[in-house]
């Protein structure tokens, strides 16, 4: 029946039982032992993305350049782990992303706090554990930011989007 069939990526295929297969995984098998909704990350493809990204950013931005995850997209323990043997940085977008970054060793300064609705906590917390950056949303974030890090004798980093 699926002979003739062609997948739209190359890592999807379909098996000897006619069961969909994904990065050679039976979809089928792995729904009966995990259960379902199931979500399937193909890790080989996603380091081939990352190295794609960090070879694009290198060649024309130099050596320094640094792509960032937007984690929001799957913030889970191995996605960071991968992001950063990959030399890559990320954005977060919450304290429990930033939490579970730094529960895998992920360097923080190659992260960037990117939310509009950071609390005082939220930034304390941050500062605390060494983030790269705050991409700052608005006034008061950046005074609650000086003064946070003001207290904690901390010079912190920050960008600011800005429209012409």
Known sequence: ???DFK???SNLSVN???HLTFGGVDTVEMARKHGTPLYLFDEDRI???CRTYVKAM???FGENALP???SKAASFKQMYRIVKEEGMGTDLVSSGELYTAASVGFPLDKAYFHSNNKTDADIAYAIDEG???FVVDN???LDAIDRIAGEKNTKQKILLPLTP
């Open 58 to 60: 290198r060649s024309a």
């Open 131 to 133: 983030v790269g950056y």
């Open 47 to 49: 380091r081939e993305r």
């Open 139 to 141: 006034v008061e974030e």
């Open 68 to 70: 960032v995850y937007a």
């Open 7 to 9: 997948m739209i990526c």
């Open 16 to 18: 000897e039982k006619g």
């Open 1 to 3: 029946m699926f002979k």
